[in-house]
Structures are given as C-alpha cells and as structure tokens.
C-alpha cells in the first residue's frame, strides 16, 4: 500500500513516511492510494478475535512493512491502558440502539484509541526509515486530543510534545487535565484564541522554513500528532469493523446486514474513519454526521457550501467547536474522483475566500446524513436518555443521540444503528449533571460528586485525583507566539 497527497496524486509515501511526516509536503493530506477489501471472509476472521488483534489485523491491511506480529504487540500495549476487558464495548441501549463506548482509556475521551497507540507507530516507522532524528510533537487541541495526545507520548523515549490550547475553549476538567501533566518531555501552552486560531498558528509553524532549519541543526524534526496524521486516522478504523463484528457474533445482525453509524462530529477525523471502513466493504447504511451550534458540516452536507465566514459559537461540547474541519479534505478528495488538482482549487479558494462551494448532484456523497443539535436539544437528549434508558450521556454523545432521534422521526428508518460515544460523562460532569437534574452546579469537583450521587454511573479514578495533582504548566501566549514557544520550550537559551 502507498499513500498520496490529497493535493498531488503523484507524491508518494509509504506507511512509515506518512505516518512520521503527518501532513504532505505540499500541505495536501496524506491518505492510502486504495482502500483494501474487506469482505465477508475477512470480517468472518475478525470475528473470533479480542479487540487487540482486530485492531493489529485491520492495521496490517493498510500499513506496509508492518508485520500484524509487530502490531499486535504495538495494539496490546495501547489498549492494555483501558479500563476494562474490551476497550471499546458495544452497549445496547434500546432495542435497535447501541454505544459504542470509546472513552475507557487514560483520558476519557475517543483521542485516546488513536493517541496510544501513535507513539508506538511512530518511533517503529522511523526506526524502520533510518531516521535517528528526535521527533517534536506540536499539537493544537480543542481539548481532548491534547491531554491524549500528552499520555501517549509522555516519557517516550527520542520525543518531546508541545501542546497548544485555546485558553477559554475548553473545559474546566480538561483544562486541568493538561496543566497537570506529568512526564519530563512535555510541554503545554494556553493560545488566546479559539480553537482555529490556535489550529491555524501551529500549521503556520510546520512548514517555517527558519523553523524546520533551526531544528534540524539540533537533530529534531517536527511531527504532529493532531487528527490529520494518517497514524491517528488508521486506528479508528478499527472500531467500526469491530463494532460490526461485535453485533454480529451477539446474534443482533447477521453478517452482510448494514448498520448506521453516528458520529458527534468536530474535526472530520473520527466520521472518516467511518467512511474508509464503508469502502473498504463493511455493510453501512448510513454515516450521520452530528454537529452542534457550529453547524457547518450540516450546512456543507446539505447545500455543497462550505462557508467559514461565520459565527463561532462556544457551546457544551468543546470538541466540536470547530470551522476547519480538516479532515473534510479527504472526503473531498474521495468524492472528487482522486482528483488532486480540483482538491487543490478547491483549498485555494478556502484560504482565499474563506468559502468552497462543490456541486452535490455530481458527488457520491449518498452514504452520509448529516444535522445538528443546538445547546437545548443537546441538554434534551441528555434528560430523555437517563430518564428512559437510564444512560449518562456526555455533551458531545449527546449532540449526536438528538441528531439520530430527529433523523428517525425523518426518516423512519429502522436500521440497527450505532451512535458513537466520545466522552466519559464526567469530563463534563457540570453540563451533565445541570442538564439531567435540572440544576445549576457551577463547581465541576462537587459535580462529579452529584453526578454520581444522581446516576450511581461509576467514576473514573483518574477524574477523582485531578484535584490534588499540582499545576505544572502556566504558559500564556498570543497566537502570532507558537514559533517563540517552540524555539523557548526545545531550544532553551539558544533562541
Ligand atoms: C475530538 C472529539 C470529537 C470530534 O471528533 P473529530 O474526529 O474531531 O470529528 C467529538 N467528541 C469528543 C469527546 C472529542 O474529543
């Protein structure tokens, strides 16, 4: 398998290339030149398998010189980090309703099944090119890839990571997730901005020519670990085919049937991951994208309009604040025919005009649904789900249970669907516990006490410890600040 740039289908990469080089050369995005298929056999073979070897032999399909042996010791690590026996359970709700529960893991949040096992990825694939270089994670976060992405690589060997957070864009509990951090190689500076502004800036740093160059004379090479590096990407396939195989083998589908999945949706990372699964042949139906207040992906799904030139809304679920999605640039690139050259134009105008519009009538968009959910709906789904089903919702699941009730009172669609789960309830334990006990707690320690008090939902460890572990990191910068960051955090006084 080799991969490509989204924005010239000619420059080539093998797995370990993209995986170390996280974005093109020429800014494209790197995705796999052709999807491997999985089909009934496959999926036949999956079934008898732990999630770890399900992961190792979904990854094996996509990354050459990748043995599975080699993975699955790569997959067994990541995932023994889980609470759990499965690290990522499929869990009825209602009849033809389930969750996927992908928040079990150090930092309770989805980052997490990617984010371990990156690291892994990444040393392995520069051990395999030959590159003795250290590797320079840059991370900009909306907030939970950061704390993940400060896990997985905290005290790895040959790295070091610096993570860039808009300073009033996330929440109390994630905030405090990330200036806790421990471990000697890591880094974390708050961005006054929003999450863009703070994506925006860190990009800008990747490509500095002055940057890269006062690196590389130290012996380090930049890297990221956000949602666009195919090392990220390829992990979430995983759980969709494991997903299926998991109703599968609890006699709620029998293989071939399809299934619906739906995805809260921030980035385009966790949804796309979705898609390629589809194209590689697992049975969907339909891939509902959910967004809340920051509606552009319904807006785009529905007209063919991308419009950025827009309000930018801070709600409950933080994640998904998000204009940029970047990942939609693979999607593009997909329904576009491969055509990097039109992918191209298409990134040109974004950055030009702040807008793209494509003709939808053309595109083979068909498998996607997409809708939103305003902060009302969203403490609505929360409320309906405990009362009746007697499940704890967080603010980003929550997005997407309101968008797959309304799609069901649309559509009457009665296909067995799987809404994706994102978050632990207690990374929000304000919004949630406010939204289903109608209270209005503003101290996010006594909600989490409440929270559980009210749902008896178990609490992680790790979320009851926050409190007591010192602050670590205080840095405060401007967004044009990033490259002075990098230069004062790696190379101490040789600025
Ligand atoms: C990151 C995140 C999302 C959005 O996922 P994308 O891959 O960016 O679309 C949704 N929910 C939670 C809890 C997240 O952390």
């Known amino acids: 398998m080799k991969y490509v740039s989204t924005r010239d289908r000619m420059r080539t990469y093998s797995a370990a290339e993209a995986i170390v080089k996280g974005i093109s050369d020429d800014g494209g995005l790197i995705v796999p030149s052709s999807f491997p298929v999985l089909d009934g056999a496959k999926i036949e073979e ?9 992961a190792a032999s979904v990854l094996a399909m996509y990354l050459d010189g990748f043995s599975y042996e080699e993975l699955l010791g790569y997959t067994r690590k990541a995932y023994s980090r889980f609470d759990g026996e499965d690290p990522c359970p499929l869990v009825k709700v209602d009849d033809d309703l389930f969750m996927l529960e992908l928040w079990h893991g150090p930092t309770y949040a989805f980052k997490d099944m990617a984010l371990t096992l990156l ?10 090119l030959g590159d003795m270089s250290r590797t320079l994670i840059l991370v900009a976060t909306s907030g939970d890839t950061g704390k993940a992405a400060l896990e997985g690589f905290r005290d790895v060997e040959g790295t070091e990571i610096i993570v860039f957070y808009p300073v009033d864009g996330v929440s109390v509990m994630q905030k405090r997730q990330m200036l806790t951090q421990q471990g000697a190689n890591v880094h974390v500076a708050g961005i006054r901005g929003n999450f863009d502004d703070a994506q925006t800036a860190v990009k800008k740093v ?3 020519p002055e940057v890269i160059a006062k690196l590389k004379d130290r012996g380090i090479e930049m890297s990221s670990a956000n949602s666009i590096n195919w090392g990220r990407l390829a992990p979430q396939i995983a759980y969709y085919i494991s997903a299926y195989c998991d109703l599968v083998t609890s006699g709620e589908l029998r293989l071939g049937d399809k299934v619906n999945f739906v995805v809260p949706t921030g980035n385009f990372g966790n949804i796309l991951a979705g898609y390629y699964a589809y194209r590689m042949g ?15 992906l319904t807006d785009f799904f529905n007209t063919g309009k991308y419009d950025v030139k827009r309000k930018f809304y801070k709600t409950m679920s933080p994640s998904m604040d998000i204009l940029v999605s970047s990942n939609l640039e693979r999607l593009i690139f997909e329904a576009e025919g491969r055509d990097s050259a039109k992918v191209r134009k298409i990134y040109e105008d974004l950055k030009e005009k702040g807008s793209f519009e494509l003709d939808l009538s053309q595109l083979d968009l068909g498998v996607f649904e997409a809708g939103w959910a305003d902060e009302d709906e969203t403490n609505e789904a929360m409320n309906v789900f405990f009362d009746l089903d007697d499940y704890v919702l967080d603010p980003h699941t929550a997005v997407a249970a309101s968008v797959y009730s309304e799609y069901v009172d649309e559509t009457e669609d009665d296909t067995k669907t799987v809404i994706v789960s994102t978050a632990s309830p207690y990374k929000f334990a304000c919004d949630v516990y406010n939204a289903i006990a109608g209270a209005k707690e503003k101290d996010p320690d006594k909600a989490v006490m409440k929270l559980h008090a009210f749902t008896a939902a178990e609490c992680p460890d790790g979320i009851l410890a926050l409190n007591s572990l010192p602050v670590r990191h205080k840095t405060v910068i401007d967004r044009d600040g990033v490259k002075q960051a990098v230069y004062d955090f790696v190379l101490g006084e040789e600025k």
């Not at 690291?119 to 395999?128: D, E, F, G, N, Q």
């Not at 697992?282 to 552009?296: D, E, M, Q, R, T």
Request: no cysteine; hydrophobic share 45%; charged share 20%.
């Open 282 to 296: 697992l049975p969907v139906h339909k891939l509902i994208v959910a967004s809340n207040a920051n509606n552009i």
């Open 46 to 54: 999956l079934l008898a398998m732990d999630y770890p070897e399900r």
């Open 206 to 208: 990747f490509t500095d």
């Open 119 to 128: 690291p892994h990825l990444m040393v392995a694939s520069k051990r395999k």
